[in-house]
């Protein structure tokens, strides 16, 4: 049976499904890893206005990586505030340098779970994938640059948020994060610029659609599969779901579009190698 591990999913223990059925679900499905990244604030019912508010939304993240785990999954936790969480805070009328100060710190707490080793990973950071004021966008770059820096100091892997932008966002983040060696994660992106995304230093993070996946294996194999899973009942099909991603890559399998070996490379080695987690017999 296909293993899978989803790089980017998001659970909500106040309003989802309950996180102990997911884990059963997901594992009847060749589930082995999640790459849990926390909800924004108001997902979870936290109104943050300072950095110390953030610890309530790292604290429900840690608790439901704790039941993954109770239940037999490996998992990954990413910690750290959304690009939309600054450009919320600018909205309700906080200066952009105020908000880019509490959400950098916001991140130096989520590091500091890091450093303990109770997370392993900050993000999801960068930009909005919509279009918003240029001095949100600066400001949230500015995160983005530090933050990539602080991954690179702790080794540890970065989530980053864009927008679909094709090559020139990719020629961007080359050209913001080109100095630094660390393992930065291109979540959701472009199937068609993985390969494009890997020869810049990027490690492409797909979302687990059949185009997506066949786009992305005609440049590259060192990509990692994502749902992106909201865990939203009022959302169901905003997203994949992570079950159905093992469906997807034995039909693929199947119909001889990917070799079991590259499939397992993809959703198996690739994640393993990315985190230093074992896959351990399933
Ligand atoms: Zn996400």
Not at 22 to 38: D, E, I, M, P, Q
Not at 107 to 134: F, I, M, T
Not at 176 to 195: C, D, I, N, Q, T
């Amino acid at each position: 049976m296909l293993r899978v591990g989803d790089n980017h999913c998001h659970l909500n223990p106040v309003r989802g499904m309950g996180v102990r059925a997911f884990a059963k679900r997901f594992r009847s499905a060749g589930g082995w890893f999640v790459g849990l990244v926390n909800l924004t604030s108001w997902s979870l019912g936290v109104t943050a206005r300072e950095p110390s508010d953030y610890e309530r939304v790292y604290e429900a993240t840690l608790g439901a990586a704790r039941e993954l785990r109770e239940e037999g999954l490996a998992v990954a936790v990413i910690l750290g505030p959304h690009p939309a969480e600054l450009a919320r805070m600018v909205e309700s009328g906080v200066r952009p340098e105020r908000g880019r100060d509490v959400v950098m710190r916001a991140y130096e707490l989520a590091a500091e779970y890091v450093r303990r080793g109770e997370a392993d990973g900050l993000g999801e950071v960068g930009r909005p994938h919509w279009s918003a004021p240029p001095a949100v966008v600066r400001a949230c770059n500015e995160v983005l640059e530090r933050v990539a820096a602080l991954a690179e100091e702790l080794g540890c892997a970065v989530h980053l948020h864009v927008e679909r932008g094709g090559a020139g966002t990719i020629d961007d983040l080359a050209s913001r994060l080109g100095r630094l060696r660390g393992k930065f994660v291109l979540h959701h992106a472009e199937g068609a610029y993985a390969g494009y995304a890997r020869d810049r230093g990027l490690i492409p993070s797909v979302p687990g659609r059949e185009a997506e996946v066949l786009a992305a294996l005609s440049g590259t194999s060192d990509f990692v599969v994502e749902s992106d899973f909201l865990d939203d009942p009022r959302r169901p099909g905003a997203v994949v779901a992570p079950w159905s991603i093992q469906r997807l890559f034995t039909r693929l399998i199947k119909s001889g579009r990917i070799s079991e070996s590259v499939a397992e490379r993809i959703l198996v080695r690739n994640v393993s190698e990315l985190y230093g987690v074992e896959p351990g017999d399933l």
